[in-house]
């Protein structure tokens, strides 16, 4: 699915993907992000990269659109 298509809506994004997505919208930075989860910073851009993928968009602006339009967050 592109961005913008309205096809099915995934699945709502784990406590964890949703915590990352809340501190994106706020403008956390990837590493503080990370460490509030106690996750590696490597990590965090792979859980990023994924919700990206499965929200269909390829910028963190776009992600920021997607999870407030289809309240992930």
Known sequence: MSHGDAGP???HPDRVDGGLL???????????AAAQFG???RTRR???AEVMETA??????Q???????????
């Open 9 to 11: 809506v995934p699945p």
């Open 22 to 32: 809340r501190l994106l919208l706020r403008g956390v930075t990837g590493a503080a």
């Open 39 to 41: 996750i590696s910073l």
């Open 46 to 48: 792979r859980r990023v």
């Open 56 to 61: 269909g968009v390829t910028t963190r602006t």
């Open 63 to 73: 992600l920021g659109a997607e999870t407030v339009r289809r309240n992930w967050a």
